[in-house]
């Protein structure tokens, strides 16, 4: 069987596969002339082309230590001059192993090497050319992407950056500063809404929180978001027979309103239903008291403020009325 050698003459012509974004083609493309060992002529005939790509353990020779690519493209068709174009990673099935695609290659390690290897149809393959991959111009620019410019003061474990408008500083971890409170009572109904207007609504438990940014006064049932930034504020509370009623969250000092919930309606005996409110607080400089103030149209005693579910198995009841999420997002 006639072997073929490749002398590579346009080498790689483009290699527009480094990126994780969708719309860019994860493609290799060489450009190559066969020619005959011998005689040198060119080779017009059919022939197979297979290139592996490698990690290589050694900057300045190759000492491969990674296989992180491999594919063959059968049944390639020289032009007259022994010439012909190849593009790799159009086709899965073309792949030495499915493990080994070109959308796995960790293009990041740095110092990768190229492979490649021929047969005549039927032959047995044999590296011809291996070298190293090069930068592209626009690579130099990407390769900023790993450093990290105009940053003020470095971030400790678990903290994000936020881009303060000049430069980028430590940001919040949403979940570092956070709480869920409830009403939570036993075998009880929510309560009578002792005044047709507004009224307070109890939050007695804290279920879950983190940081020191909210706390809750389970006296004065009033949260207390204790640190300047933005708050993400999410709370609901139900109400039965009561007609119209809404649900806002007030500043415990001024009453002012800062979100106002959605209209909800209750209008006969078995009818329960929950109005929410949800929004942003800024708290600018000195912290900040609110609470849940609830508008029903009508008194209604022991269940105006939400009916009771009754006894849970073995467990005893455990009834949930007003609830709140507080979390601190800047």
């Given at each position: 069987?006639?072997?073929?050698?490749?002398?590579f003459?346009?080498?790689?012509?483009?290699?527009?596969a480094?990126?994780?974004?969708?719309?860019?083609?994860?493609n290799?493309?060489?450009t190559?002339?066969?020619?005959?060992?011998?005689?040198?002529?060119?080779?017009?005939?059919?022939?197979?082309v297979?290139l592996?790509v490698?990690?290589?353990s050694?900057?300045?020779?190759?000492?491969?230590?990674?296989?992180?690519?491999?594919?063959?493209?059968?049944?390639?068709?020289?032009?007259?001059?022994?010439e012909?174009?190849?593009?790799?990673?159009?086709?899965?099935?073309?792949?030495?192993s499915?493990?080994?695609?070109?959308?796995?290659?960790?293009w990041?390690?740095?110092?990768?090497?190229?492979?490649l290897?021929?047969?005549t149809?039927?032959?047995?393959?044999?590296?011809?050319?291996?070298?190293?991959?090069?930068s592209?111009?626009?690579?130099?620019?990407?390769?900023?992407?790993e450093?990290?410019?105009?940053?003020?003061t470095?971030?400790?474990t678990?903290?994000?950056?936020?881009?303060?408008?000049?430069?980028?500083?430590?940001?919040v971890?949403?979940?570092?500063?956070?709480?869920?409170a409830?009403?939570?009572?036993?075998?009880?109904?929510g309560g009578?809404?002792?005044?047709q207007?507004?009224?307070?609504?109890?939050?007695?438990t804290?279920?879950?929180?983190?940081?020191?940014?909210?706390?809750?006064?389970?006296t004065s049932y009033?949260?207390?978001?204790?640190?300047?930034?933005?708050y993400?504020?999410?709370?609901s509370?139900?109400?039965?027979?009561?007609?119209?009623?809404?649900?806002?969250i007030?500043d415990?000092?001024?009453?002012?309103?800062?979100?106002?919930?959605?209209?909800?309606?209750?209008?006969?005996?078995?009818?329960?239903t929950?109005?929410?409110?949800?929004?942003?607080?800024?708290?600018?400089?000195?912290?900040?008291?609110?609470f849940?103030?609830?508008y029903?149209?009508n008194v209604?005693?022991t269940?105006?403020?939400?009916?009771?579910?009754?006894?849970l198995g073995?467990?005893?009841?455990?009834?949930?009325?007003?609830?709140?999420?507080?979390?601190?997002?800047?």
């Open positions: 069987m006639r072997k073929v050698l490749f002398f003459a346009a080498t790689l012509a483009s290699m527009a480094l990126s994780q974004t969708t719309n860019i083609p994860y290799l493309h060489f190559a002339v066969a020619r005959n060992p011998t005689t040198h002529n060119p080779v017009t005939s059919q022939v197979n297979q592996q490698y990690h290589s050694s900057g300045t020779s190759f000492s491969p230590d990674t296989l992180e690519y491999c594919e063959q493209i059968n049944s390639i068709v020289p032009n007259a001059f022994g012909f174009s190849v593009t790799f990673g159009t086709s899965s099935a073309l792949l030495c499915p493990e080994l695609a070109l959308t796995n290659t960790q990041n390690h740095g110092n990768m090497w190229y492979v290897q021929y047969d149809l039927g032959g047995s393959l044999t590296p011809i050319d291996t070298g190293r991959f090069s592209s111009t626009y690579a130099f620019a990407s390769h900023t992407a450093q990290l410019v105009n940053v003020g470095a971030p400790t678990g903290q994000t950056l936020a881009w303060n408008g000049t430069s980028w500083s430590p940001g971890n949403p979940w570092n500063d956070y709480m869920i409830e009403d939570q009572e036993g075998d009880v109904d009578t809404n002792v005044f207007g507004w009224q307070k609504r109890t939050l007695n804290v279920v879950s929180s983190a940081g020191s940014a909210i706390s809750l006064n389970a009033c949260i207390k978001l204790n640190q300047a930034g933005t993400y504020i999410r709370a509370a139900p109400a039965g027979n009561v007609g119209s009623h809404i649900l806002e007030q415990s000092t001024t009453s002012a309103t800062y979100i106002r919930g959605t209209s909800a309606y209750a209008n006969s005996a078995s009818m329960n929950v109005s929410e409110a949800e929004g942003i607080i800024t708290v600018s400089a000195s912290p900040i008291t609110i849940l103030n609830h029903t149209d209604v005693t269940y105006g403020l939400g009916y009771r579910i009754g006894t073995t467990s005893g009841a455990l009834n949930v009325y007003s609830k709140i999420f507080v979390q601190k997002v800047n």
